[in-house]
């Protein structure tokens, strides 16, 4: 039983990866916790009062949240389209030349590992149904599974919330403190939040938990000096 769950739980993940809703949601958090961090961050350092920061921080979160959504609406639906003309063409040759997709698919599946007899009687069973050598040439030969093409909508969705809620986290504490706490705090919770989103990619993708943590700790390290810096240097070029 533990088997087939661990099955089942594998072929869910795959699944989520080819309709483009896990790429969108990681994508989408981890924006959000650094976009938006080096926006309040930037801001603050150049000496602007605690509501220019909070505006700033949700004009980003806002702007940040369509742009990703209807970046990854547009890029699902182009590969949705580009995928569905493959599957015509699939079908016009079906019906001009469908022997030479049969001798590709038995091709194909020789070189998978079966025998030359057993790929060649498996062939010609499945080019019996139109339908079925069209779905099975396009996840064999071409390489795509014409049922999973891949949800615009569910992408757009997963990358609009996740960056919110990964913008919330350098967003938040300006509302309840200002000056070296609020940016401490600012801070602490993105790179608690770039914790778990490293750990989790690495432990979802069977490497070190701590190693991605780690790196994408570094980074959130990284941004905030940098974009600190800048803001502070700018604020004091302008004063």
């Given at each position: 039983m533990e088997r087939k769950k661990d099955s089942e739980l594998l072929a869910r993940r795959a699944l989520q990866v080819q309709r483009g809703g896990a790429r969108a949601a990681v994508l989408?958090?981890?924006?959000?916790?650094?976009?938006?961090?080096?926006?309040?961050?930037?801001?603050?350092?150049?000496?602007?009062?605690i509501h220019t920061v909070i505006l700033s921080g949700f004009a980003g979160l806002i702007a940040g949240a369509v742009s990703m959504a209807a970046g990854e609406w547009i890029s699902i639906r182009a590969q949705v389209e580009l995928f569905g003309g493959v599957l015509k063409d699939i079908k016009k040759l079906i019906k001009g030349d469908k022997s030479l997709l049969q001798e590709q698919l038995a091709e194909s599946l020789a070189k998978g590992g079966h025998g030359q007899e057993t790929a060649a009687t498996a062939a010609k069973e499945i080019a019996g149904n139109d339908d079925n050598l069209m779905n099975i040439y396009a996840s064999q030969v071409v390489g795509f599974n014409p049922e999973e093409l891949g949800s615009p909508w569910l992408a757009a969705g997963s990358s609009f919330a996740l960056f919110t809620l990964g913008a919330l986290a350098p967003l938040v504490p300006w509302f309840f403190f200002h000056g070296t706490w609020a940016v401490a705090l600012s801070i602490g919770s993105t790179a608690l939040g770039g914790l778990i989103v490293g750990g989790y990619i690495s432990y979802s993708s069977g490497k070190g938990v701590v190693r991605g943590a780690l790196r994408q700790l570094g980074i959130i390290i990284l941004a905030s000096v940098v974009t600190y810096g800048i803001g502070y240097i700018f604020g004091v070029s302008v004063g």
């Open positions: 989408g958090v981890n924006d959000g916790l650094v976009s938006v961090l080096c926006i309040v961050l930037t801001v603050a350092a150049a000496g602007a009062n």
